[in-house]
Protein backbone atom coordinates (compact mmCIF):
# COMPACT_ATOMS: atom_id res chain seq x y z
CA UNK A 1 0.00 0.00 0.00
CA UNK A 2 1.13 3.44 -0.73
CA UNK A 3 0.75 6.19 1.73
CA UNK A 4 1.34 9.36 1.67
CA UNK A 5 1.92 11.77 4.40
CA UNK A 6 1.38 15.55 5.07
CA UNK A 7 2.76 17.86 6.78
CA UNK A 8 1.96 20.29 9.03
CA UNK A 9 -1.70 18.72 9.20
CA UNK A 10 -2.54 22.31 10.57
CA UNK A 11 -0.96 25.84 9.13
CA UNK A 12 -2.18 29.06 10.51
CA UNK A 13 -0.16 32.00 9.37
CA UNK A 14 -0.13 36.22 8.91
CA UNK A 15 -0.90 37.97 5.46
CA UNK A 16 1.90 38.11 4.04
CA UNK A 17 4.34 35.28 4.86
CA UNK A 18 5.83 32.51 3.17
CA UNK A 19 5.31 28.93 4.36
CA UNK A 20 6.87 25.12 2.59
CA UNK A 21 3.86 21.96 2.75
CA UNK A 22 5.31 18.98 2.64
CA UNK A 23 4.38 15.54 1.42
CA UNK A 24 5.79 12.52 2.01
CA UNK A 25 5.97 8.69 1.26
CA UNK A 26 8.40 5.82 1.38
CA UNK A 27 7.09 4.63 -1.84
CA UNK A 28 8.51 5.97 -5.82
CA UNK A 29 5.72 7.55 -7.68
CA UNK A 30 5.62 8.03 -11.43
CA UNK A 31 4.65 11.28 -10.53
CA UNK A 32 2.57 13.66 -7.70
CA UNK A 33 -0.59 15.76 -7.80
CA UNK A 34 -1.20 18.62 -5.91
CA UNK A 35 -4.54 20.16 -5.15
CA UNK A 36 -6.59 22.78 -3.40
CA UNK A 37 -9.76 21.88 -1.60
CA UNK A 38 -12.22 24.82 -0.52
CA UNK A 39 -15.34 24.21 1.77
CA UNK A 40 -17.77 22.44 0.66
CA UNK A 41 -15.91 21.69 -3.25
CA UNK A 42 -14.22 19.05 -4.42
CA UNK A 43 -10.27 19.26 -5.04
CA UNK A 44 -9.01 21.19 -7.71
CA UNK A 45 -5.89 20.07 -9.65
CA UNK A 46 -3.08 22.73 -8.92
CA UNK A 47 0.08 21.16 -10.89
CA UNK A 48 1.27 17.54 -11.44
CA UNK A 49 4.99 16.73 -11.18
CA UNK A 50 6.72 14.41 -13.13
CA UNK A 51 10.61 14.41 -13.27
CA UNK A 52 12.78 13.81 -9.88
CA UNK A 53 14.09 16.97 -9.17
CA UNK A 54 11.18 19.15 -11.05
CA UNK A 55 10.26 22.78 -10.05
CA UNK A 56 7.23 24.35 -11.19
CA UNK A 57 6.21 27.21 -10.53
CA UNK A 58 2.08 28.92 -11.24
CA UNK A 59 2.53 32.49 -9.52
CA UNK A 60 3.25 32.47 -6.01
CA UNK A 61 3.19 28.90 -5.26
CA UNK A 62 6.34 26.57 -6.48
CA UNK A 63 6.27 22.89 -6.50
CA UNK A 64 9.30 20.74 -5.83
CA UNK A 65 9.28 16.63 -6.94
CA UNK A 66 12.04 15.09 -5.09
CA UNK A 67 15.14 13.48 -6.74
CA UNK A 68 14.00 10.31 -5.89
CA UNK A 69 9.86 10.97 -6.76
CA UNK A 70 9.24 9.70 -2.80
CA UNK A 71 8.39 13.44 -1.61
CA UNK A 72 7.40 16.64 -2.43
CA UNK A 73 6.73 20.26 -1.39
CA UNK A 74 4.84 23.29 -2.30
CA UNK A 75 5.79 26.59 -0.84
CA UNK A 76 3.80 29.83 -0.93
CA UNK A 77 5.18 33.25 -1.31
CA UNK A 78 3.34 36.23 0.54
CA UNK A 79 1.00 34.27 1.10
CA UNK A 80 -2.79 35.87 0.96
CA UNK A 81 -6.05 35.17 2.22
CA UNK A 82 -7.48 34.12 -0.60
CA UNK A 83 -4.86 30.96 -0.27
CA UNK A 84 -6.80 29.46 2.73
CA UNK A 85 -8.04 26.28 1.85
CA UNK A 86 -6.67 22.04 2.25
CA UNK A 87 -3.86 21.28 0.25
CA UNK A 88 -3.96 17.64 -0.54
CA UNK A 89 -0.96 15.68 -2.61
CA UNK A 90 -2.13 12.49 -4.70
CA UNK A 91 -0.30 10.10 -6.47
CA UNK A 92 -0.89 6.99 -9.38
CA UNK A 93 -1.72 3.64 -7.19
CA UNK A 94 0.06 0.86 -8.51
CA UNK A 95 -2.58 -0.72 -10.69
CA UNK A 96 -2.12 -0.33 -14.82
CA UNK A 97 -3.12 3.10 -16.28
CA UNK A 98 -2.38 4.77 -12.60
CA UNK A 99 -5.72 5.98 -12.77
CA UNK A 100 -6.68 5.34 -8.73
CA UNK A 101 -5.78 8.26 -6.64
CA UNK A 102 -3.85 8.11 -3.55
CA UNK A 103 -4.20 10.87 -1.34
CA UNK A 104 -2.12 12.47 1.84
CA UNK A 105 -4.58 13.42 4.53
CA UNK A 106 -3.95 17.56 3.45
CA UNK A 107 -2.33 20.56 5.41
CA UNK A 108 -5.43 22.90 5.96
CA UNK A 109 -4.04 26.32 5.58
CA UNK A 110 -5.58 29.02 7.30
CA UNK A 111 -4.24 33.04 6.43
CA UNK A 112 -5.38 35.46 8.76
CA UNK A 113 -5.89 39.37 7.17
CA UNK B 1 -19.24 23.99 -20.09
CA UNK B 2 -20.47 22.24 -16.97
CA UNK B 3 -18.21 20.50 -14.48
CA UNK B 4 -19.21 17.45 -12.60
CA UNK B 5 -22.18 17.98 -10.89
CA UNK B 6 -23.83 15.78 -8.07
CA UNK B 7 -27.03 15.42 -6.57
CA UNK B 8 -27.94 15.45 -3.49
CA UNK B 9 -25.46 18.11 -2.22
CA UNK B 10 -26.25 17.44 1.45
CA UNK B 11 -28.44 13.88 2.59
CA UNK B 12 -29.21 12.74 5.96
CA UNK B 13 -30.81 9.77 6.74
CA UNK B 14 -31.17 7.26 9.47
CA UNK B 15 -28.90 3.72 10.25
CA UNK B 16 -30.40 1.50 8.24
CA UNK B 17 -32.38 3.33 5.49
CA UNK B 18 -31.08 3.13 1.61
CA UNK B 19 -29.90 6.20 0.27
CA UNK B 20 -28.63 6.69 -3.69
CA UNK B 21 -25.90 9.66 -4.76
CA UNK B 22 -25.80 10.28 -8.15
CA UNK B 23 -22.96 12.20 -10.06
CA UNK B 24 -23.46 13.79 -13.72
CA UNK B 25 -19.85 13.83 -15.33
CA UNK B 26 -18.52 16.62 -17.73
CA UNK B 27 -19.56 15.45 -21.39
CA UNK B 28 -17.97 13.22 -23.01
CA UNK B 29 -16.11 12.02 -20.45
CA UNK B 30 -15.84 8.18 -20.33
CA UNK B 31 -13.69 7.56 -17.17
CA UNK B 32 -15.61 8.18 -14.24
CA UNK B 33 -14.49 8.03 -10.26
CA UNK B 34 -16.26 7.52 -6.67
CA UNK B 35 -14.36 8.69 -3.73
CA UNK B 36 -15.26 8.82 -0.39
CA UNK B 37 -14.16 11.85 2.35
CA UNK B 38 -14.03 10.42 5.89
CA UNK B 39 -13.89 14.67 7.94
CA UNK B 40 -9.94 15.26 8.36
CA UNK B 41 -8.59 12.37 5.51
CA UNK B 42 -8.15 12.63 2.24
CA UNK B 43 -10.71 11.61 -0.42
CA UNK B 44 -10.35 7.40 -1.03
CA UNK B 45 -11.34 5.18 -3.98
CA UNK B 46 -14.08 3.26 -3.76
CA UNK B 47 -14.77 2.80 -8.25
CA UNK B 48 -13.57 3.31 -10.92
CA UNK B 49 -16.25 2.65 -14.67
CA UNK B 50 -14.90 2.90 -17.96
CA UNK B 51 -18.07 3.55 -19.84
CA UNK B 52 -20.82 1.29 -18.68
CA UNK B 53 -18.75 -1.52 -17.06
CA UNK B 54 -16.99 -1.25 -13.04
CA UNK B 55 -13.38 -1.84 -14.39
CA UNK B 56 -12.12 -1.50 -10.73
CA UNK B 57 -14.37 -1.90 -7.24
CA UNK B 58 -11.91 -2.57 -5.21
CA UNK B 59 -12.30 0.33 -3.00
CA UNK B 60 -15.67 -0.69 -1.75
CA UNK B 61 -15.75 -1.33 1.59
CA UNK B 62 -18.20 -4.06 1.72
CA UNK B 63 -21.16 -5.46 -0.32
CA UNK B 64 -23.15 -2.50 1.44
CA UNK B 65 -22.25 -0.37 -1.58
CA UNK B 66 -22.86 -0.91 -4.97
CA UNK B 67 -22.52 1.70 -7.93
CA UNK B 68 -24.39 1.43 -11.78
CA UNK B 69 -23.37 3.73 -14.78
CA UNK B 70 -26.13 2.02 -17.15
CA UNK B 71 -25.51 4.48 -19.96
CA UNK B 72 -21.67 4.99 -19.55
CA UNK B 73 -22.97 8.86 -18.14
CA UNK B 74 -24.83 9.45 -15.44
CA UNK B 75 -23.67 6.97 -12.01
CA UNK B 76 -25.36 6.49 -9.30
CA UNK B 77 -23.30 5.21 -5.86
CA UNK B 78 -26.05 3.10 -3.83
CA UNK B 79 -25.74 2.47 0.31
CA UNK B 80 -28.05 -0.08 2.01
CA UNK B 81 -28.52 -0.45 5.31
CA UNK B 82 -26.21 2.66 5.85
CA UNK B 83 -24.64 2.68 9.14
CA UNK B 84 -22.82 6.03 11.34
CA UNK B 85 -19.82 4.96 9.92
CA UNK B 86 -20.84 5.44 6.31
CA UNK B 87 -20.88 9.54 7.06
CA UNK B 88 -18.74 11.16 5.13
CA UNK B 89 -18.44 13.18 1.88
CA UNK B 90 -18.81 11.13 -1.27
CA UNK B 91 -16.59 12.72 -4.35
CA UNK B 92 -17.60 11.93 -7.94
CA UNK B 93 -15.02 12.74 -10.80
CA UNK B 94 -14.38 12.02 -14.65
CA UNK B 95 -11.55 12.49 -17.12
CA UNK B 96 -11.20 12.16 -20.45
CA UNK B 97 -9.91 8.56 -20.61
CA UNK B 98 -8.40 6.54 -18.01
CA UNK B 99 -4.72 8.36 -16.89
CA UNK B 100 -5.86 11.72 -18.03
CA UNK B 101 -6.82 14.73 -15.54
CA UNK B 102 -9.89 13.92 -12.62
CA UNK B 103 -11.87 16.67 -12.32
CA UNK B 104 -13.92 16.67 -9.03
CA UNK B 105 -17.67 17.09 -8.56
CA UNK B 106 -18.15 19.03 -4.94
CA UNK B 107 -19.66 15.85 -3.35
CA UNK B 108 -22.29 14.72 -1.31
CA UNK B 109 -22.33 14.94 2.49
CA UNK B 110 -23.55 12.35 3.76
CA UNK B 111 -24.93 12.15 7.39
CA UNK B 112 -26.18 8.60 8.93
CA UNK B 113 -28.17 9.41 12.18
Known amino acids: TQLLEQSPQFLSIQEGENLTVYCNSS?????LQWYRQEPGEGPVLLVTVVTGGEVKKLKRLTFQFGDARKDSSLHITAAQPGDTGLYLC?????????????FGKGTKLSVIP | GAGVSQTPSNKVTEKGKYVELRCDPI?????LYWYRQSLGQGPEFLIY????????DSGLPNDRFFAVRPEGSVSTLKIQRTERGDSAVYLC???????????FGPGTRLTVL
Open chain 2, 27 to 31: SGHTA
Open chain 1, 27 to 31: SVFSS
Open chain 2, 93 to 103: ASSRSRSDTQY
Open chain 1, 90 to 102: AGPGNRAGSYQLT
Open chain 2, 49 to 56: FQGTGAAD
